[in-house]
């Protein structure tokens, strides 16, 4: 999840069930000043306590106004021929100080459809990196590596299963986090699409039993890592939070129900990414079949995978999921996807209610406004009238014309524009609250939900909103890194002080209560209280009842 897609924009988002070719986008946004305003003059240098010594060997990474970075650290081999597909191995070791001074290789994947709209690319400013099989890279920014044990926050990235990665948006860098919470930020990149989700366990070979989760149990690799050498680098081992937005949500929910990631990390935060199950094992298959008949590899001839050129790979898969039967409207269908393998991932992973594997792990759960943002690369949709936007939302979001009265009703005076874009917007919302409801009945651990709402009017006039990613810049304190979507007003910096805050407080204690916010109550049996992040955040229960049960 990262981006609108499904005709202008490739790549991102949970990749598919967006507005089509109504929508130029939606990942996160920036601009790279880097420090706050008026931070005055910067130092950057390579002291030896820049150097850390691993488990695999020493990495030299550099201090910046005293925080310890170090980028492009691997945390397995590559994954590259004879390797592709198959569970990740430790790092090779390695003799003297390898250099972590940048970011490693990303997973091969599409070409960035969102670089086709200006205004999409000039929000989200990203960085697409350099492709190579060689990426299962993490990244560390710490407030210092000795003195204490300091928590630790992974950031996982989104994109859906199939693109993205550690580096993508300016948003993602962890300095700033972690000079405020004194925390370690660890950044992770991991395989993507074919590479990472290929189901071939139907295929005779045992090496390839758990091929379908491949991505995702390299995540489980990254954080086996940390617990292994985090104290190197000032983090406490036993005080993990797992994060990730959209897609990077989606593989948060994913963790908290495998048996190898258990007891690896203790808090969790689901920024837009709510999802309650994983892939279908026909689907699953089915898609792997069509990838092998692209390349022209006969099931017994598995073999010939390891020498398919990357690009190749990625051209094959992509054919292959635009050729697999499309959800109905209103439903996410992220095409590549972790799959139930009896394994890796033993049975559903919140379709049958909250994880027990996880019971005890809090957690954070929220949406934003305006994930799809029509206008934002198409000013054209500003004003859009009442029977298109009403004929728009039925379309692509399955909306009803109860449920449209119900989201109008709710807000009178707002433009359609707007109203299309939180009725389609509930896709998102409605697994949110759902999952946080879940949790809540578990009983063993809090969760506690919110709705980010803020538009910084500054920008494009107002037609920004609170888009699919708008909320990292806030809550990694990154206003200033993200001038493109933020502003960097003095509002903007306020709502990221309260907000970055609350994000510090979870990764402490388990609760995101500070004395900057209103109190926050965790959802309950009883009550569904939601912190609405904007210029003046408010708790509100239950704010959008009425039109979720519209959508039903």
């Not at 790549?11 to 996160?28: H, Y």
């Not at 044990?149 to 993205?164: D, F």
């Not at 001839?301 to 051209?315: C, D, I, N, T």
Request: a positive charge; proline letters at 7%.
């Amino acid at each position: 999840m990262g981006e609108a897609r499904d005709g202008v924009a490739r790549r991102g988002l949970l990749t598919a069930g967006a507005l089509g070719g109504l929508m130029a986008a939606a990942p996160a946004a920036q601009a790279k000043p880097g420090g706050s305003a008026g931070a005055g003059t910067q130092h950057l240098s390579t002291p030896p306590s820049a150097i850390v010594e691993t488990r695999s060997g020493k990495v030299r990474g550099c201090v910046r106004q005293g925080v310890h970075t170090f980028k492009g650290i691997p945390y397995g081999r590559t994954t590259a021929g004879a390797a592709r597909f198959l569970p990740a191995e430790a790092p090779a070791p390695w003799k003297g100080v390898r250099s972590a001074l940048s970011y490693g290789p990303c997973c091969p994947q599409v070409v960035r459809g969102g670089w086709q709209s200006d205004e999409t690319a000039f929000i989200y400013d990203w960085d697409d990196g350099y492709p190579g099989e060689d990426c299962l890279r993490l990244n560390i920014w710490s407030g210092g590596v000795t003195g204490k044990a300091r928590p630790v926050m992974v950031w996982i990235h989104g994109g859906g299963y199939e693109t993205g990665s550690s580096q993508e948006l300016p948003a993602y860098d962890g300095e700033r986090l972690a000079r405020k919470g004194d925390l370690v930020f660890v950044s992770v990149n991991h395989r993507l699409g074919a590479f990472g989700f290929l189901d071939l366990s139907s295929s005779g070979d045992s090496r390839y039993a758990m091929s379908g989760n491949a991505g995702q149990l390299d995540l489980v690799v990254a954080l086996q890592w940390v617990r292994d050498n985090i104290a190197a680098f000032g983090g406490d081992p036993s005080n993990v939070t797992i994060f990730g937005q959209s897609g990077g949500g989606a593989k948060v929910s994913t963790l908290m129900a495998m048996p190898s990631a258990r007891g690896l990390f203790h808090k969790a935060i689901v920024e837009s990414g709510s999802l309650l199950d994983v892939g279908d094992t026909g689907y699953t298959k089915r898609l792997a079949e069509a990838v092998l008949k692209n390349l022209d590899i006969a099931p017994g001839e598995l073999g010939k995978l390891a020498s398919v050129p990357p690009m190749a790979l990625v051209a094959a898969a992509e054919k292959a999921k635009n050729a697999m039967p499309k959800p109905p409207p209103g439903k996410i269908n992220l095409g590549w996807a972790p799959v139930v393998d009896g394994t890796a991932i033993p049975g559903p992973t919140w379709a049958n209610g909250a994880p027990a594997l996880s019971a005890n792990v809090p957690m954070i759960i929220g949406t934003n406004l305006n994930e799809f943002s029509p206008s934002l690369g198409n000013t054209t949709l500003e004003d859009i009238d009442e029977d298109r936007a009403k004929a728009t939302a039925r379309s692509f979001g399955g909306a009803s014309p109860a449920a449209w009265a119900a989201f109008r009703s709710a807000d009178p005076k707002a433009k359609p524009v707007e109203i299309l874009s939180r009725v389609v917007s509930a896709q998102f919302r409605v697994p949110a609250v759902v999952q946080a409801q879940t949790k809540a009945r578990q009983g063993a651990a809090s969760a506690y939900l919110y709705r980010f709402d803020y538009n910084p009017k500054t920008v494009l006039h107002g037609r920004v909103r609170a888009f699919h990613c708008a909320e990292m810049a806030y809550a990694f304190d990154n206003v200033d890194r993200c001038l493109n979507a933020t502003g960097g007003t003095a509002e903007a910096r306020a709502l990221s002080a309260r907000m970055s805050d609350a994000w510090i407080a979870f990764a402490r204690t388990g609760n995101p209560n500070h004395k900057g916010l209103p109190h926050w109550p965790a959802v309950s049996t009883a009550a569904i209280p939601n912190m609405l992040f904007d210029a003046v955040c408010t708790v509100k229960d239950d704010p959008d009842r009425a039109q979720r049960a519209a959508l039903a």
